[in-house]
């Protein structure tokens, strides 16, 4: 990783917050690109808020957070990316925006620079075939949260070298994630399984099943997983799930992975989850999880 100096973020919700912490928490110079001011303060004060609560909890050695967010600089200005190394986009899942993103990138960052997406239904190849350097597109998609989680599907498209993945591999090693390698198909491996099981968890809901908080213990309890389903998707937000399940069920047309009304529902009340402070649960503050 000694060549990777410095890397870009591109988005600062949720997931692109929780990738510039661990960008940054490796050493690295971690520039975070949005169009928002009002979102890159937001990214920087949660990110802050999570490092500090880790010297508090013993992660990390007292004054580490102030040294790994001075590593950190937000931007409003794509132009300030021009000395990447590698770049993350952590954008909406719309192939046109990513194609828009990665175009203008192109003709901004250097030539040896990697460009890597965070996406979790889209093709690769496709995503690549709008960049302007197909060969140096890798997918890379952490897991929310994704200051927490180590793993990371790394997906090669068509055209992506040996050598760009290669190098996005060990990159993604150094920043202490575990990688694993997935095929160029829609979900990848993790939300191949997790798109359709929400939506199913979400109609259950919507049916009166069960609530939300009963839902959540019993799987925690007899799966033994850290979080409820329901949990889960208040993190990712249903604005994002609605995204997630368009794109998947747009390109695999499984009827499980069609959006829940629900979904569209909670988006027109406003309650899109940990975000907004409602959603399948009510929260008091809207720090990242772990703060």
């Not at 901004?108 to 996406?119: D, G, K, L, R, V």
């Not at 040996?162 to 090693?173: G, L, P, Q, R």
Request: hydrophobic share 45%; aromatic share 6%.
């Amino acid at each position: 990783m000694s060549e990777i100096k410095t890397v870009g973020i591109v988005g600062s919700g949720t997931m692109g917050t929780g990738i510039a912490i661990v960008v940054a928490r490796a050493g690295l110079k971690t520039i975070v690109l949005d169009s928002r001011q009002e979102a890159l303060d937001n990214a920087r004060k949660q990110a802050a808020a999570f490092l500090a609560k880790s010297v508090a909890r013993g992660k990390l050695e007292a004054g580490q957070d102030e040294a790994i967010m001075a590593q950190w600089k937000g931007t409003t200005q794509a132009e300030d990316l021009a000395e990447c190394d590698v770049v993350i986009e952590a954008v909406f899942e719309d192939l046109k925006v990513k194609h828009d993103l990665f175009s203008r990138l192109d003709k901004i960052c250097p030539a040896h620079t990697i460009f890597a997406s965070n996406t979790s239904t889209i093709s690769i190849t496709e995503i690549a075939g709008g960049s302007g350097r197909g060969d140096r597109v890798v997918g890379m998609h952490f897991c929310l949260p994704a200051q927490l989680m180590k793993l990371v599907e790394m997906s090669p498209g068509m055209t992506t070298s040996e050598d760009t993945f290669n190098k996005a591999w060990a990159f993604c090693e150094a920043l202490g994630q575990k990688p694993v390698r997935t095929r160029d198909t829609p979900g990848f491996i993790l939300n191949y399984f997790l798109i359709p099981w929400h939506n199913d968890v979400i109609n259950m809901v919507d049916q009166g099943v069960a609530e939300p908080a009963d839902i959540d213990v019993a799987v925690k309890t007899a799966l033994g997983y850290p979080l409820g389903p329901l949990e889960l998707l208040d993190m990712v937000g249903m604005d994002t799930q609605k995204l997630l399940s368009d794109a998947m069920h747009g390109l695999t047309h499984e009827p499980r992975a069609a959006c829940p009304p629900l979904v569209k529902r909670m988006i027109g009340a406003g309650k899109l989850g940990r975000k907004t402070g409602a959603g399948f649960h009510v929260y008091e503050s809207n720090k990242i999880f772990g703060a």
